[in-house]
Every structure is written in structure tokens, then in C-alpha cells.
């Protein structure tokens, strides 16, 4: 054996060997979103020797993205996130063949790209996104490592992967339907701690490695849920639903994935909202004859200098009957839960509602700047 | 009889707690009712339920003991 091989330290272990490092180098998998996640899943898999990695992101790195997203620098602010990722991976190890996919996963695209691969690594930050993914691969047949974080809390799981006889269990079998993108909060809204998905993200590479290699026991009839603040793993045992749908090409075809308001709320869409901008609110807030309310989480940060209500949009719905017969002004983090607010209430209270365009975040913005 | 329910991310927004310990329920479905009248909000939520650590997809008898978690799905990244 060759022991100036770079993959030595790993060939050595009992039950690795040469056949797993082959294994690996004739692997393909496709990381779809090259954030908090899937950053560390791409380092782990260039180091350990996968053969061909694809990565798919649409977007730029952001400063804000800098703080968990630890291969991008700050002079790379603006850039592909894409882009930035494959120099830093061919840099670490110039053996692998990383494939750039500078665009988001669509219906249109999706089935196209999959089935090259063996394994789809879900790093991404949204429902429409993880259920697209789920779908697809369902109908081809691959496996998938899911990962995903809410406030200090993640997820992770292999979906579509049996190693018996029983037939795999995938997404769908824990939340049949879809919710809509306002039914829970993203993580520019409540927030991420960067070690959070650095931590699931290489649980996902710790899976995908075994799953290629065949290494030990693989994590898909488990659901692992991590507490960063409690320093926990909580362990579910995942079993077949009965409700999910048969899901083939025509279902895919037929699924709306860009699900933005509670399908139950259809009417909602239609309720247009005036949004106000920051000018304009200065001049109201003090204003007797408006009603202002904070729809942020009691958790969200910062805390607000004028007289306002809080009620969260997650107990909206049930508390609109304490609301106050006079025009209301709903505020949230950036301005986009704050619309969902104004539409029910305006639809269940009849009174007139608007929103704060750009939320507490455009307001911050302007008022530490004067 | 009591048994433990435990709550899991975006969950905790509603119940502001990570546990109660509820008694005279014998089974999922009056653990739901109740948890849904104290917790108005959880009747519009989506998650799944696991006892012991099993999920559970129907209305089940408990047991003195038994932990019930309601868990929600996590999108971010």
C-alpha cells in the first residue's frame, strides 16, 4: 500500500480500506444549497475523496453570511456562492470534479440534474426547495441526507434509503403537505447561530460517507433532532404513513412547490395591503387614533422604543378577536410576515390594516442613521 | 397518570415551554385536545407526534410515563 497516499490515515480503519476509498472516488452526489449547511458537507466530502461533487446555489454571498458560511471571504462579498465554493474545493484536493449549478432547483430542472447523481445532499433553506427535492427523488429512486435548523435547534435524517426489504421512508411520511413559506419563520427572521449547521451540516457529510462506502449503520429509519442549547440529540424512530400520496412524474407536474400562503387562506391572496415606508410611520407612531402591533416572536430581537401590542403570528390567527376596532399597523422583523398579518386582519376584523415595508429592519436602519 | 409532552422548535413559540406533564389522559387523541385548549394556535400548526421516541401516526393508549413529542418541520439553512 502506498502510504504517501493522501487518503492513508482514512484507508487504515477496520472496515474502510481500499474498497471504500474507491467507493468514494467513483461516487457522484449533488449538495443542492451551498449555505450554513452545506458548506461544511462539500469541505468534508473534497476531503475525504468523493469523486464528483456537483453544488447548486443561486445566490451571492452576503456579509451576513459570513458569520456560518466559512468558506466565503469577505472580499468575495457579491460573488456566486458557487463559484467561490468550487475554487476553495479544488484548492483542498484538485482530484475531484466539482460541477457548478449557479441557479435554483426548479420543476424544469430538477429530474435533468438528479439522475446523474447518486446521492442528493438537501443543505437548502426552504420548504419549496425540501419537498422538490423529496419528490424528485422519490420518483428516481435516490437517497437523500436532509438536514435543517430552526432558531438553536436541527434536523437530520437519510430519506429514501432502505437497507431491508421495507420500503424507504422519505419527508413525506413526517409532514404529508407542504406548509406555506409564512407559516414558519426563515432564518433571516429568527436567526442562526453559525456552529448550528456547521454541526448538521457534518452529520450530513458523516452520512453521505456512509452510505457511499457502506460504513455502518445508516441514519434513515431515525430522525435525529439536535439541541445546541441543551447540548442534546433527540432520537425518533420514523415509520411509513399511509396518507402520503403516490408520487411520480404527474404528481410532480401537478404540485405547486412555490407555496406561499396557507392553501386553507386561498382568499387571503386577494386581500390587498398598503405597505408603508419608514417616513411615513415615523409621523404616525405616535399617533393615538392607530393601533400598533409587533408580530415577531416573543424571542425576536431588538425590542422596540414605542408604545405598540405584540401578539406573534404564530397565535395570530386565534387572537384577532382581541384586536381593537381601529386602523392597525403591523410590524415584523422585514416586512414580509407583517403582510400575511395585515391580510387576515383584515379579512376577519374588517378593519383597515397595513404593513411596515422592509419591518424593524428598514426602520433601525433609518433611525440609527439620523 | 401523567405523562411528559415535549415540544420541539418553532412549537416552543406557542407554548413558550419545552415540556408539560399533563395527567388524566389515557390517550394521543385527549392529549391533543387538551395541549389544543391550552394552546389555541396548535390546532393550526403542522407537526408529527412520536411516543417514546416512536412516531405514531393514529390515536394510541399511553401509559404512566410515557413521553409524547410534538415535533414541527425546520426549513432553515
Known amino acids: ?370 | 397518570m401523567d405523562v411528559q409532552v415535549i415540544f420541539f422548535g418553532s412549537i416552543i413559540d406557542i407554548t413558550l415551554v419545552d415540556s408539560v406533564l399533563l395527567n388524566n389522559c389515557t390517550d394521543l387523541d385527549s392529549i391533543v385536545n387538551d395541549l389544543i385548549e391550552r394552546y389555541p394556535a396548535l390546532a393550526n400548526k403542522k407537526y408529527f407526534i412520536a411516543v417514546n421516541q416512536k412516531m405514531v401516526h393514529e390515536n394510541i393508549k399511553l401509559k404512566m410515563g410515557d413521553t409524547v413529542a410534538l415535533m414541527p418541520p425546520f426549513s432553515g439553512g
Open chain 1, 1 to 370: 500500500m502506498d502510504l504517501n497516499n493522501r487518503y492513508i490515515r482514512q484507508i487504515i480503519l477496520p472496515g474502510f480500506g481500499i474498497a471504500a476509498q474507491e467507493k468514494l472516488g467513483k461516487a457522484k452526489v449533488l449538495i443542492v444549497g451551498m449555505g450554513g449547511l452545506g458548506c461544511p458537507v462539500l469541505q468534508y466530502l473534497v476531503g475525504v475523496g468523493v469523486g464528483t461533487i456537483g453544488i447548486m446555489d443561486a445566490d451571492k454571498i452576503t456579509k451576513s453570511n459570513l458569520h456560518r458560511q466559512l468558506l466565503y471571504e469577505e472580499k468575495e462579498v457579491g460573488r456566486l456562492k458557487v463559484e467561490a465554493a468550487a475554487i476553495k474545493a479544488k484548492a483542498q484536493n484538485s482530484s475531484v470534479n466539482i460541477i457548478e449549478y449557479p441557479f435554483e432547483l426548479s420543476k424544469n430542472n430538477a429530474a435533468e440534474i438528479i439522475k446523474v447523481y447518486d446521492l442528493v445532499i438537501d443543505a437548502t433553506d426552504n420548504f419549496s426547495a425540501k419537498y422538490l427535492i423529496n419528490d424528485v427523488c422519490v420518483w428516481l429512486q435516490k437517497p437523500v441526507v436532509f438536514g435543517a435548523v430552526s432558531g438553536y435547534e436541527g434536523q437530520v435524517a437519510v430519506f429514501n434509503f432502505s437497507s431491508d426489504a421495507k420500503p424507504p421512508i422519505h419527508y413525506r411520511h413526517l409532514f404529508p403537505v407542504q406548509p406555506a413559506a409564512n407559516e414558519f419563520a426563515t432564518c433571516e427572521e429568527t436567526g442562526v447561530i453559525g456552529v448550528l449547521p456547521g454541526i448538521i451540516g457534518t452529520m450530513q457529510a458523516a452520512e453521505a460517507i456512509k452510505l457511499i462506502a457502506d460504513l455502518g449503520k445508516p441514519l434513515n429509519n431515525r430522525l435525529l433532532t439536535y439541541n445546541f442549547l441543551a447540548a442534546r440529540w433527540y432520537e425518533i424512530e420514523m415509520n411509513s404513513s399511509a396518507e402520503v400520496p403516490l408520487i411520480d412524474e404527474h404528481f410532480i407536474n401537478t404540485t405547486n412547490y412555490q407555496i406561499v400562503c396557507d392553501f386553507t387562506e386561498a382568499d387571503l391572496e386577494e386581500i390587498d395591503i398598503d405597505e408603508i415606508d419608514v417616513s411615513q410611520f415615523l409621523d404616525l407612531k405616535y399617533d393615538s387614533n392607530i393601533f400598533i402591533l409587533d408580530v415577531r416572536e416573543l424571542h425576536e430581537y431588538p425590542t422596540i422604543d414605542f408604545s405598540h401590542a405584540q401578539i406573534p403570528m404564530s397565535v395570530l390567527k386565534e387572537s384577532i378577536h382581541l384586536l381593537p376596532e381601529k386602523p392597525i399597523y403591523v410590524l415584523c422583523h422585514q416586512g414580509i410576515r407583517s403582510i400575511y398579518a395585515a391580510q387576515l386582519i383584515k379579512l376577519h376584523k374588517k378593519v383597515e390594516a397595513y404593513s411596515l415595508k422592509g419591518g424593524l429592519t428598514a426602520y433601525f436602519n433609518r433611525v440609527s442613521n439620523e
